[in-house]
């Protein structure tokens, strides 16, 4: 868990936000399917944009992703989001980013898994 | 936290907003939501909502933090509106460029739920004091209007010099009462108790209308400070408040001018069949002057001699008659021409009173 690799989801995020709002478990689950849905178009929109090399267009999608997913504890696919952002910022999209959209799908799909696992978790308990 | 608070949450990220509006309500803060600076504006802008701080996302599309705070501090109707900025650290730079804006205060993201409740708190109280002092702004001036309407309705009702004295600053210590050499005069009616029993109440009230303007123009021209109006007997002094070292001149100036006017006025009243004479008594000594009455009814007036002795040269005399008392006649004897009438026996005086008719004043 070092700063260039951070893990897929740190949980401890979602139990710190769980007790901010008094422990409202249904309130989480629900932020995190927000999360979900609203990511899932997020990405579209940030992959779109690095296939197309568009700098600009990629700024905001991966600026809204970066945000939401520091919320929720999704700490890997945030950095990812937070370097797209700052690329997309500098105006240069560099010759690597297809290989860089393709690892961030693999990260959207990890934390999306990691997410309804803890979702699941809590409804075992 | 006070409830009843509004704060905008501003926020492109669904899932930001969500946390951020369900951790203000649980601070018992009432929460509106916007998803970019356009829909933050058009919130701010509505009328109808009252908007304690703003929360507000710095990257956003379609106007985003740093372009929707210019917008704000650029509209005077809003720009009082404390706004948090809300960012990652990575925005820095544009959060310290926001500040310089106006911004009141910054919340880094991921946003810890104490740090917002105390910088929330603090920019609410500071929303609430600055209410307070704009509230305190519109009721002074409230009290001001107030105080000018009262002041103008007072000019209706009083003397002017009166009225104005009451709103001077040291009014107060005159109106408590003082002693002062004046120059009062009466003005009556002869014939005006007959005329009242006989005349329609309109025709009454006609003529009185009538009598009053005349009365009151010469008074307002000649300085002269309106003690009462009681039906046709009229009490002018002079010398107070405003002192006036000519002030037994104006007044014999002024029974003159009232006493031309009343000429054509009584003409016209002699025709429909009154016969009115109008007639003066002025008399010069020291009075005591102040509030006199009661609680719920006090008049500016004068007390003394002086008073009677007016009042009673008023009563003694004839139709076109200005009686000057003694030492009113010494007073302007190079001034006016007077014919002496003797001595005049007064109720309540025990020595009879010398007084004189004025026949006509030289001319200024």
């Known amino acids: 868990m070092t700063e260039s690799n951070p893990q897929v989801l740190n949980e401890a995020v979602l139990e710190e936000l769980e007790a901010s709002v008094q422990g409202d478990r249904a309130f989480i689950v629900d932020l995190i399917e927000t999360y979900l849905a609203d990511g899932a178009s997020h990405m579209v929109d940030v992959v779109a944009a690095m296939t197309a090399g568009d700098a600009s267009a990629l700024v905001r999608p991966a600026h809204t992703l970066k945000s939401s997913s520091a919320t929720v504890g999704a700490e890997r696919l945030a950095a990812m989001a937070r370097r797209l952002e700052a690329a997309g910022r500098s105006g240069v999209i560099e010759a690597g980013l297809g290989d860089e959209a393709a690892r961030l799908d693999v990260a959207w799909d990890e934390a999306a898994d990691a997410l309804r696992g803890w979702i699941r978790r809590g409804e075992d308990t | ?117 105390a910088r929330l708190n603090a920019s609410l109280i500071a929303k609430q004091l600055r209410d307070l002092e704009l509230e305190h702004i519109e009721q002074q001036r409230l009290l001001t209007t107030t105080i000018e309407r009262q002041r103008l309705e007072l000019s209706r009702f009083l003397s002017p010099q009166i009225a104005s004295l009451i709103s001077s600053p040291d009014g107060e210590l005159m109106l408590a009462g003082h002693r002062r050499l004046i120059t009062v005069a009466f003005c009556d009616l002869r014939g005006f108790t007959t005329f009242a029993e006989q005349a329609d109440p309109e025709e009454l009230f006609g003529v009185l209308g009538e009598y009053h303007r005349m009365m009151g123009d010469a008074i307002v021209e000649h300085g002269g400070t309106l003690e009462h109006f009681a039906g046709d007997g009229v009490m002018i002094f002079f010398n107070d408040p405003v002192t006036q070292d000519d002030h037994v001149e104006r007044a014999v100036r002024m029974a003159v001018a009232m006493r031309e006017r009343f000429a054509p006025i009584a003409a016209g009243w002699r025709k429909r069949g009154y016969e009115l004479g109008f007639g003066v008594g002025i008399a ?45 006649v010494g007073m302007v004897e190079d001034l006016v021409e007077v014919e002496s009438i003797g001595d005049l026996e007064i109720k309540g005086l025990s020595r009879p009173v010398s007084a004189s008719n004025v026949v006509g004043a030289a001319n200024r």
């Open chain 2, 1 to 117: 936290m006070k409830g009843g608070r509004i704060v905008l949450v501003v926020d492109d990220s669904r899932v930001n907003r969500l946390v951020l509006a369900r951790q203000l309500s649980g601070m018992g803060v009432e929460v509106m939501e916007a998803e970019n600076g356009r829909e933050a504006l058009d919130v701010l802008r509505d009328h109808t909502v009252a908007i304690d701080t703003v929360l507000l996302d710095v990257v956003m599309p379609e106007l985003d933090g740093y372009e929707t705070l210019a917008a704000m501090k650029a509209d005077d109707a809003i720009r009082h509106i404390p706004v948090i900025m809300v960012s990652g650290v990575e925005e820095l730079e544009s959060v310290i460029r926001c500040i310089e804006l106006g911004a009141t205060d910054y919340l880094p993201k991921p946003i810890n739920p104490r740090i917002l409740a």
């Open chain 2, 284 to 328: 010069v000594g020291y009075a005591t002057l102040g509030r006199i009455g009661f609680e719920g009814r006090y008049d500016y007036g004068a007390i003394g001699n002086v008073v009677i002795l007016a009042s009673r040269l008023s009563s003694q005399a004839g139709a076109n008659q200005i009686l000057l008392s003694q030492r009113a």
